[in-house]
């Protein structure tokens, strides 16, 4: 069993940055592929990032490439999203889960899930 829990949310004005972390726990958290989900009011959740178990590949959703960055320190059993050059599209609540399988980018493929921390971008 893993438990994932998402800090770093808040309020920050369009070109700003925040980083976003997600706490995990479990022993094998270190096997697992983890990404970014992310959901707006009255929208569908879509995938942001996500990140192999051993960090060596990052993959990313079209609308945030080059400026979201994903890693993780799995000492720490820690993932984040460093988020910069925000815009007011980018508000949502952000969720970070777990995959015990290698992953892609449908909700589906990730067994465990936090419960979000919201993001909001003033413009």
């Known amino acids: 069993q893993v438990q994932l829990v998402e800090s770093g949310g808040g309020l920050v004005q369009a070109g700003g940055s925040l980083r976003l972390s997600c706490a995990a726990s479990?022993?094998?958290?270190?096997?697992?592929?983890v990404a970014w989900f992310r959901q707006a009011p009255g929208k569908e959740r879509e995938f942001v990032a996500r990140i192999s178990w051993g960090g060596a590949r990052t993959y990313y959703a079209d609308s945030v490439k080059g400026r979201f960055t994903i890693s993780r320190d799995n000492a720490k059993k820690m993932v984040y999203l460093q988020m910069n050059s925000l815009k007011p599209e980018d508000a949502a609540v952000y969720y970070c889960a777990a995959s015990t399988r290698v992953a892609g980018g449908a909700g589906r493929e990730y067994d465990y899930w936090g419960q979000g921390t919201q993001v909001t971008v003033s413009s």
């Open positions: 479990g022993r094998t958290f270190s096997s697992y592929d």
